[in-house]
């Protein structure tokens, strides 16, 4: 029985705790059992190896997380786009031998197995390459995608900055405006005093002997 260690985690537990758990979510493994097998692996229990990732490894590996799971999506999608196996080799045997049957001193046998094998590598070459090919459309339209998004960050950095910019001469507008109508104010308060003091100079003439007096 291996002995369960009590020990701290070092570095290099850590990072056998982020490798098998990243090929298991990349493979589409459960975290439960990636957990037991890294137990398994530096004697530890699973549930000290699920807290330790929970914990503290997992925050180090955000985007290879994302990417473990980008790739788990490809290979669900070409596996259901091309579901060659084990089992369409046996049928594929199965029908080959059906139609060329066998001869009584195994000859026939032999041969039609080495034609199986060869029809079917010829056949998972194609697939490969298939598989290969979409593959690579996929990492083109991932990489399409991010020039958009990195197109549209900086559409929305311009337009931030110009939406900032517009505020800014709108304030200055405004404390230009401000500062007009205050000077206006002022102007008039001003004009409507030398009014009244030249209306009141106009009432009083000095007469010869220098006194002044009203003029109805």
Known sequence: MTAIRQDAWSAEDDLILAEVTLRHIREGGTQLAAFEEVGQKIGRTSAACGFRWNSCVRKRYDEAISIAKAQRQKRSYIRKQNPVGVSQVAAFATLDTVEGGYG???????????????????????????????????????????????????????????????????????????????????????????????ELKSRFKMDANGNLERIE
Do not use: C, H, P
Request: glycine letters at 2%.
């Open 104 to 198: 009584a001193d195994g000859t026939n046998e032999d041969t039609l197995s080495i034609d199986v094998v060869i029809r079917f590598l010829r056949q998972w070459k194609g697939a490969i390459q298939e598989t290969n090919r979409q593959i690579k459309m996929l990492e083109k339209d991932l990489r399409e995608k991010e020039e958009e998004l990195n197109q549209l960050r900086s559409m929305n950095d311009r337009l931030s900055k110009e939406v900032n910019e517009v505020q800014t001469d709108y304030r200055v507008v405004n404390d230009d405006y401000k500062a007009l109508i205050q000077i206006m104010d002022r102007a008039r308060r001003l004009a409507l005093i030398t009014e009244d003091e030249d």
